[in-house]
């Protein structure tokens, strides 16, 4: 009778251990916001639990390459999920899930003056008056990768890369133009946007068009549970998709995404 006791509750109990799942994900770091918000949309709705970890999508495709116990990796580039595909280290090569845009941004009271044609940065560094400037470090996230690529553009790469502040992340670049580390900086729209960066800083977005695009790409990893397959799923959802919009991402469309799974 014990056995068949013990059998009967391991069988009741066996799916109430299943409901609270902890995701494991590495999230790039522009996407802090918006992705704080999914995760509690998705907890509420899901019984899971998430536990995310921001940071460059250099330095995540590395650890993940080394082994990193991660179930689902949310890159600010395609292209570090693709080497991981190509690696073997996928079982697939993702979905877009969103596409990022910079921003110039500026603390409240800074010198610099704030256009998408980066006139007022122009007049700033001509005049001699930028002492600082962030980026995150363009070796190892796409945002100042692009960042560069765009002042590069304008030609104003060989008078500002010696004043240049670096983030290891774009999250970093973006503490250090509001916190008065810097004059000003370019950053991702999704941080400029949030509640806690307009307080202390004023922005203007970039024209998608005056750097390569900012693809941004997420693959489950080989440990993915069947939440994080959950997790995945949400992520290309309505709610999620609304999410990303108010953060000023570019949106994938559904036909495209179903065309690229088959």
């Known amino acids: 009778m014990l056995p068949r006791l013990l059998l009967l509750l391991t069988s009741l109990l066996a799916p109430l251990a299943t409901m609270a799942d902890t995701i494991t994900v590495a999230a790039a770091a522009n996407i802090k916001f918006a992705m704080e918000d999914i995760a509690r949309q998705f ?9 995310v970890s921001y940071g460059s999508s250099g330095n995540f495709a590395s650890q993940i390459r080394h082994g990193a116990p991660f179930e689902l990796f949310l890159s600010a580039d395609e292209r570090y999920v693709t080497h991981l595909h190509q690696s073997g280290v996928t079982a697939s090569d993702g979905d877009i899930y969103a ?49 560069r690529e765009l002042l590069k553009a ?25 916190s008065g580390s810097a004059q000003g900086g370019l950053v991702a729209l999704s941080l ?5 960066f307009v307080a202390r800083a004023n922005y203007v977005a970039i024209p998608e068009h005056k750097h390569a695009p900012l693809a941004q790409r997420m693959v489950l990893l080989p440990k993915a549970s069947a939440a994080a397959q959950e997790l995945y799923a949400f992520l290309q959802g309505d709610k999620a998709r609304a999410i990303f919009a108010d953060y000023g991402f570019s949106l994938p469309t559904k036909d495209a995404r179903l065309e690229a799974s088959h």
């Open 154 to 178: 304008a030609n104003l790469w060989d008078g500002i890369k010696d004043k240049l502040v670096l983030g290891e992340n774009v999250s970093q670049a973006a503490q250090f133009a509001i």
């Open 43 to 51: 907890e509420a709705d899901s019984g899971h639990k998430l536990r």
């Open 99 to 147: 596409y990022g845009r910079l921003a110039l941004v500026a603390a409240k009271g800074s010198p610099l003056t704030l256009d998408e044609n980066l006139t007022g940065l122009k007049a700033l560094v001509a005049s001699g008056e930028l002492r600082r400037f962030a980026l995150a470090n363009p070796e190892l996230a796409p945002y100042g990768e692009r960042g």
């Open 192 to 196: 400029a946007k949030a509640p806690q």
